[in-house]
């Protein structure tokens, strides 16, 4: 095909994708009690399922509630239309993964087809896993911290709507994009720009960045809930040093 054939396909597939997602986006909006009350707020109810597997471990929890308000005339408004969109992104990248994939794949041969298809799946699963992660595991343990903080016992936590959401959101969105990347890294690799015995041989320090990354990522000081969420990001590194074998032999 020549350059505007493609472009042409580009077109459709950006199309189709924005149909798509405005379609899941307006079952978002129309259900804003299930995914407002029951998913997003839900968070900073004490008895949230995180809380209590952390207090069962021995991991003592504050209480998480706070007030949150509106400041702006048209704040929920505009919330609102934002976190769905969102959500229906979120919601719907397994269909924008499918309509990539229709973009890309007149230009691959057969055997290249079929080893990204399989890749395609477990971007999916590394993607939801990330959402999922973040939302029972980063989310909650940022909210009881920062919640619980204070420098004065004058002054209340009371935070903003559109802050407070956004922010869970960006959070969680966020995560399922740090989960792919042991696809990144197969990725650098099939380009050569990194060397696999690298990888090998830079364990001890990749563990330390690791720590680091936990360290920010987390506010808590317990090390206790930095070790939760250093450990999913040493898997995924793991997880990219078998991508990169199971690369090598394919």
């Known amino acids: 095909m020549n ?149 004065s016992n004058s002054i209340a936590n009371t935070y903003v709507v559109t802050n407070y959401i956004s922010t869970i959101i960006k959070m969680i969105l966020l995560n399922g994009l740090i989960f792919e990347i042991p696809l990144l890294v197969l990725f650098v690799l099939k380009l050569n720009l990194i060397d696999i015995n690298l990888i090998y041989k830079s364990r001890k320090y990749i563990i330390v960045l690791i720590l680091i990354l936990s360290a920010i990522i987390t506010p808590s000081p317990d090390v206790v809930t930095q070790i939760i969420v250093a450990i999913p990001l040493y898997i995924l590194y793991e997880i990219s040093i078998l991508v990169c074998i199971y690369s090598k032999k394919y």
Request: charged residues 10%; positive net charge; hydrophobic residues 55%.
């Open 3 to 151: 350059f505007f054939d493609h472009l042409d396909i580009l077109r459709w597939s950006l199309i189709r994708s924005l149909i798509f997602i405005s379609i899941i986006m307006l079952i978002v909006f129309f259900n804003n009690d299930l995914f407002f009350n029951k998913i997003l707020l839900y968070i900073n109810d004490p008895n949230f399922w995180t809380y209590k597997q952390l207090n069962y471990i021995g991991i003592k929890t504050h209480n998480v509630k706070f007030n949150i308000i509106n400041t702006h005339l048209f704040g929920q408004v505009s919330l609102h239309i934002y976190t769905s969109f969102v959500i229906s992104f979120i919601i719907s990248f397994p269909y924008i993964i499918r309509e990539i994939w229709i973009f890309i794949k007149p230009a691959l041969n057969h055997n290249e087809i079929k080893l990204i298809r399989n890749y395609l799946f477990i971007a999916i699963f590394l993607f939801y896993l990330g959402i999922t992660f973040g939302y029972y595991i980063l989310v909650p343990i940022t909210i009881s911290f920062l919640s619980t903080y204070i420098v």
